[in-house]
């Protein structure tokens, strides 16, 4: 009978003492999304059909992994599957799809975290190349199943001693699983990554099934974690005519806006409402309302700020946020956007 996953065992009671939570023998725990350098990442859900998303996923939520502009090998996005301390010679199977935006020069690879369980401070990451044969990277939907027998792994690390591997040197997942010293080691953490690359731009992708040991990790929030991406913020000045309806913020293509907050502020004493609103409209739709709020700056009130938190209106897929100040005060006014893509 295969081990159970940490979130089959959280949240279960142990007896002689109710109440008290026990973390029963897991194997893997549950994912997180981390960035590094120009990449960014987040769960998604609610995407629309323009990639074929809501194809894959057991539980409709996938991790966006965004590699970014590649600068010397230092940006990146992962999904991290925390792993409790698995021999490595019994890690033996590992299947994944993931959708990319556009073609790029690397695909969704595996990196396998080893370390000394006698000595945690001897430690090494075991990367498959991300170009190696077989690793798709199309602009399409791609899948990998992982092959033990063939040469694409290389390590680097620290506290290595006595192994017959070298490190930077491509070898099997099997050379390592007999190898007289990883053979020893566990693993404490297995990650799916886009990005660490020298040059150029790696961009939108989403990791869409994962299984490990034939296990199905369930893609979704971990702790501390929430739906969508990074928090953003943008001001944007007035134009003439204020009063016309202008873009304010654009989604990425697929995604809502969350708005957090929204700060208004003017420095003309002409009385002047000003609206924040979603779709593209000059009259502002009663349904899409995000603020509104007259400002004259020789009257009551020159600025206004609403926070929503993570309670914020949200935006259909792809829908604008929408900016206007009536009557025009061209340059006078601006507003400050703090928001999510979900």
Known sequence: MPRKTLQDSIGKSTLPFPGIRAVEDWVFGAPLIRTGGNGLGGWLKDTSNVEALHQKSPSGIIANLYGGLQTG????????????DLPVPDFTSAQWTYRLAAAQVYGFNIVIWLHDPAD?????????GGSVGGLGHADAWNDHTLDTAVTQFFYYGEGVSGSGLSAGTLYTWAQFQADAVFSTWRIYRISIENGWYSTGTFGEGWLTDLKLNDQVILLQPGPGEIMGREVKSFVKATVTDSALDVTLVTPGSGRKIKVMSIKM?????????????????NDMPAAKVIATRTLDAD???AE???????????????EI???KANPDISGAGSFTIVYREI
């Open 73 to 84: 090998g230092a940006s990146w996005a992962a999904v991290y599957v925390p792993v409790n």
């Open 120 to 128: 945690l401070g001897n430690r090494v990451e075991v990367t498959q």
């Open 265 to 281: 502020i003017t420095t003309s004493t002409t009385a002047s409402l000003f609206e924040c609103y979603f779709s593209v409209a």
């Open 299 to 301: 009257g009551v009130t």
């Open 304 to 318: 206004e700020f609403i926070n929503y938190g993570e309670t914020g209106p949200e935006g259909l897929v792809d």
């Open 321 to 323: 946020v929408s900016m």
